[in-house]
C-alpha cells in the first residue's frame, strides 16, 4: 500500500485543508496520514476562527506516523507560523520522502493563513528540502519578490524561487487573466513546459491548491515520474472544478470524485520542454 502524508490545517468545512487532502489521497488509492498544524473555524463564506497547534506536538504528530509507516511523499498545506514550518523541517531533515510545499498563504474568503515572518522561515528552511512548490501568482509574487504581469516575469519569479533550492516550482495561473488557465513548470536544470486548460467560469474553488497539491503528493506516491504526477494532478483538479457539487452559499468546494467517476478524461494541452533565461540574466531578482 502507497501511504502519503498531509501536513497542514484542519477545514471545518471540509473543502480545503487536509479535509481535501486526505478524500484526494482515497480517490487516487493512497492511504493518507496527516500531522494538523492548526484548526480553523470555516465554511463557504469564510475563515471564522483559527487555533494554532503548538509546534512540538506537530513535530510529534510527522514522527510518531513516520517511524511506523513507510510515508513515500509528503505535502505539506497550512503552516501558519515560522516555529511550526521549523518544527516541520526538523522532522524531515534525514527522511528522503519527496515532499510537495504548497505554500498556503490566503484563504478564499480573505483571511490570512500565513503569519508575515513565516515566510522568511518558508524560504530559508523548508523550500531546500522540498522536491515540489506550487504558489499561485500571489504567492509566487510574495515568495519572490517580483511583481508577476508578463511571461519574462514568471521566469524571473521561477528563477528566485529555484535558488532557494526546490528542485520545481509550477506557478498556478488561475489568477492571470484570458479564457485559458495555464500554469508554467519550471525546472532546477533550466526546462520548462505549461499546461493549458479551458478557464471555468465559477466561484466552486475553494481548496483547489490543497486539491492539486495532493493529487500531485499522492501521484508522486504512487511511483509516477515528477512530469507525469504534475499533469494528472492538473487533470484531477481541472474535473473537480469542472464538475462542482454545489454545496454551501459562498466558495464552495471542488468535486473529488470527479476524477475517478470519469477515468481521468480531461483535456490539457500540454507545451513542449523547453529552456529558459538562467538567473543570472536578472541580476535584479530579489531572493530576500
Same mark, same amino acid.
Given at each position: 500500500m502507497n501511504i502519503a502524508m498531509t501536513?497542514?490545517?484542519?477545514?471545518?468545512?471540509?473543502g480545503a485543508g487536509i479535509q481535501a487532502d486526505l478524500k484526494t489521497f482515497q480517490e487516487l488509492g493512497v492511504f493518507g496520514t496527516s500531522a494538523i498544524t492548526a484548526?480553523?473555524?470555516?465554511?463557504?463564506?469564510?475563515?471564522?476562527?483559527?487555533?494554532?497547534?503548538?509546534?512540538?506536538?506537530v513535530q510529534q504528530q510527522i514522527e510518531v506516523v513516520m517511524k511506523d509507516?513507510?510515508?513515500?511523499?509528503?505535502?505539506?498545506?497550512?503552516?501558519?507560523s515560522a516555529e511550526i514550518i521549523e518544527a516541520?523541517?526538523?522532522?524531515?531533515?534525514?527522511?528522503?520522502?519527496? !515532499?510537495?510545499?504548497?505554500?498556503?498563504m490566503i484563504a478564499k474568503g480573505g483571511a490570512s493563513l500565513l503569519q508575515h515572518e513565516a515566510v522568511t522561515a518558508l524560504k530559508k528552511t523548508l523550500l531546500p528540502r522540498a522536491t515540489v512548490l506550487t504558489p499561485n501568482i500571489p504567492e509566487a509574487e510574495v515568495i519572490s519578490g517580483i511583481e508577476i504581469k508578463s511571461p519574462k516575469d514568471l521566469e524571473k519569479a521561477a528563477n528566485a524561487m529555484l535558488a532557494m533550492g526546490v528542485s520545481c516550482v509550477i506557478i498556478k495561473g488561475?489568477? !492571470?487573466?484570458?479564457?485559458?488557465?495555464?500554469?508554467?513548470?519550471?525546472?532546477?536544470?533550466g526546462s520548462f513546459f505549461s499546461m493549458q486548460t479551458k478557464r471555468i467560469s465559477t466561484v466552486q474553488t475553494h481548496g483547489t491548491g490543497c486539491t492539486f497539491s495532493a493529487a500531485l503528493t499522492a501521484f508522486l506516491a504512487?511511483?509516477?515520474?515528477?512530469?507525469?504526477?504534475?499533469?494528472?494532478?492538473?487533470?484531477?483538479?481541472?474535473?473537480?472544478?469542472q464538475h462542482p457539487l454545489n454545496i454551501g452559499n459562498g466558495h464552495g468546494p471542488t468535486n473529488h470524485f470527479a476524477y475517478k467517476k470519469l477515468s481521468g478524461n480531461c483535456e490539457v494541452t500540454i507545451s513542449e520542454e523547453r529552456e529558459f533565461s538562467?538567473?543570472?540574466?536578472?541580476?535584479?531578482?530579489k531572493l530576500h
Open positions: 501536513i497542514a490545517g484542519s477545514d471545518s468545512g471540509g484548526l480553523t473555524a470555516q465554511n463557504t463564506l469564510g475563515v471564522e476562527g483559527i487555533f494554532s497547534a503548538d509546534p512540538s506536538f509507516m513507510p510515508v513515500k511523499a509528503v505535502k505539506t498545506g497550512m503552516l501558519f516541520v523541517t526538523h522532522s524531515l531533515r534525514d527522511k528522503e520522502t519527496q !515532499l510537495v510545499v504548497d505554500p498556503v488561475g489568477h !492571470l487573466e484570458g479564457k485559458d488557465a495555464v500554469d508554467t513548470v519550471y525546472f532546477q536544470d504512487q511511483g509516477f515520474s515528477l512530469k507525469s504526477a504534475i499533469i494528472e494532478a492538473k487533470k484531477f483538479v481541472h474535473l473537480a472544478i538562467s538567473l543570472s540574466d536578472y541580476g535584479h531578482a
